[in-house]
């Protein structure tokens, strides 16, 4: 019976969050003493607010890595923090080396620049972030016009979509003190992790609320940031951006409009695009490449084609490509 408890627009979202016993986490590598070790370092986003914790970027790249016979098991450990800036991760990240791990990942949102130091200042900033509730006559109003609630709605969120980006440009500004600990923190994190032999890779996250296409995003300035203090210290990284270009913005939060973080298709999207890289930089060799069916590719060719039948883009006489198709599988292969 489907669940009523709830109002309708969250009744596909879980009602429990189910945690693992530590005996059973990480069940390909225990008992082994020739794993991969990757640590996750991050926030919220990270540590998978409002996802199950098997749907989480970290988890579902651990499986991908133990999907093929004959290569040493992979361990992802997560060390996240929910609520904490780049800068207040450094301490996570001193825990996460003392597992020696092989690569260490930091996953980066945008408001990473936040200097918590100062949280006035911040929460001054953040009042016009969330809608009003409103008054009670209006409240009264709004329950029993479903087309005044519409309009209600669409104006507070083109309010708080207004105050949102002002915010982020506060964030971003040079002066800014957390600028300053931001570009501290990836330096250290940085040297850290060379003086630890492992591999460091940030790994940018865009913001979930706006659509991504170039010319309609309005955060690029803020990726770009991030992305020359990288290159400043010749540090390689991945930008998730590019990855989530055309896609949809509600259909990767946890709830639009209401909860913006990543919800599985979204972390399984990131998984995905963190294993090509860390197989095209070689952090991870070849071998942990999963093979790729076929099958996958078809299926998505058939959604691609009757999406554009759709649109009047094919003519209805076009062939359908075959599901029975069998030919030899082929590898997921990154790109240099």
Same mark, same amino acid.
């Given at each position: 019976?489907?669940?009523?408890?709830?109002?309708?627009?969250?009744?596909?979202?879980?009602?429990?969050?189910?945690?693992?016993?530590?005996?059973?986490?990480?069940?390909?590598?225990?008992?082994?003493?020739?794993?991969?070790?990757?640590?996750?370092?991050?926030?919220?986003?990270?540590?998978?607010?409002?996802?199950?914790?098997?749907? $989480?970027?970290?988890?579902?790249?651990?499986?991908?890595?133990?999907? /093929?016979?004959?290569?040493?098991?992979?361990?992802? +450990?997560?060390?996240?923090?929910?609520?904490?800036?780049?800068?207040?991760?450094?301490?996570?990240?001193?825990?996460?080396?003392?597992? /020696?791990?092989?690569?260490?990942?930091?996953?980066?949102?945008?408001?990473?620049?936040?200097?918590?130091?100062?949280?006035?200042?911040?929460?001054?900033?953040?009042?016009?972030?969330?809608?009003?509730?409103?008054?009670?006559?209006?409240?009264?109003?709004?329950?029993?016009? $479903?087309?005044?609630?519409?309009?209600?709605?669409?104006?507070?969120?083109?309010?708080?979509?207004?105050?949102?980006?002002?915010?982020?440009?506060?964030?971003?500004?040079?002066?800014?003190?957390?600028?300053?600990?931001?570009?501290?923190?990836?330096?250290?994190?940085?040297? /850290?992790?060379?003086?630890?032999?492992?591999?460091?890779?940030?790994?940018?996250?865009?913001?979930?609320?706006?659509?991504?296409?170039?010319?309609?995003?309005?955060?690029?300035?803020?990726?770009?940031? =991030?992305?020359?203090?990288?290159?400043?210290?010749?540090?390689?990284?991945?930008?998730?951006?590019?990855?989530?270009?055309?896609?949809?913005?509600?259909?990767?939060?946890?709830?639009?409009?209401?909860?913006?973080?990543?919800?599985?298709?979204?972390?399984?999207?990131?998984?995905?695009?963190?294993? /090509?890289?860390?197989?095209?930089?070689?952090?991870?060799? +070849?071998?942990?490449?999963?093979?790729?069916?076929?099958?996958?590719? =078809?299926?998505?060719?058939?959604?691609?084609?009757?999406?554009? $039948?759709?649109?009047?883009?094919?003519?209805?006489?076009?062939?359908?490509?075959?599901?029975?198709?069998?030919?030899?599988?082929?590898?997921?292969?990154?790109?240099?």
């Amino acid at each position: 019976m489907p669940d009523t408890s709830a109002p309708s627009g969250l009744r596909d979202r879980s009602l429990d969050f189910f945690l693992q016993q530590d005996q059973r986490e990480h069940p390909w590598s225990r008992g082994e003493t020739n794993v991969l070790r990757i640590a996750v370092i991050g926030d919220s986003f990270t540590a998978g607010a409002g996802v199950q914790a098997d749907d $989480r970027y970290a988890d579902r790249l651990e499986r991908l890595l133990n999907m /093929k016979d004959g290569m040493p098991p992979a361990e992802v +450990r997560v060390y996240a923090q929910c609520g904490t800036s780049t800068f207040q991760q450094i301490e996570l990240l001193d825990e996460a080396l003392t597992w /020696k791990p092989h690569v260490v990942v930091l996953g980066i949102c945008l408001n990473d620049m936040e200097d918590w130091s100062n949280p006035k200042e911040l929460m001054r900033w953040r009042e016009g972030l969330m809608p009003e509730v409103p008054p009670p006559w209006l409240a009264a109003a709004l329950r029993r016009s $479903r087309a005044l609630n519409w309009l209600y709605a669409r104006v507070g969120a083109a309010v708080a979509a207004r105050e949102d980006l002002r915010y982020y440009r506060r964030l971003y500004k040079p002066s800014y003190s957390g600028v300053a600990r931001f570009r501290d923190a990836i330096r250290i994190m940085n040297d /850290k992790c060379r003086e630890a032999h492992a591999a460091f890779v940030p790994m940018i996250w865009p913001l979930l609320s706006e659509p991504f296409d170039k010319g309609r995003y309005p955060f690029e300035y803020a990726h770009e940031a =991030i992305r020359r203090r990288c290159m400043e210290l010749d540090i390689r990284y991945l930008d998730l951006l590019p990855c989530f270009r055309g896609a949809s913005p509600e259909r990767l939060q946890v709830i639009p409009s209401v909860d913006p973080h990543p919800n599985e298709i979204a972390h399984r999207m990131a998984s995905e695009a963190l294993l /090509k890289f860390l197989l095209s930089e070689g952090d991870v060799v +070849r071998g942990y490449a999963p093979e790729q069916h076929i099958a996958g590719n =078809i299926q998505h060719q058939i959604w691609e084609e009757t999406v554009q $039948r759709m649109h009047g883009v094919l003519p209805d006489d076009q062939p359908q490509p075959s599901n029975n198709d069998h030919r030899p599988v082929a590898s997921v292969r990154g790109r240099r």
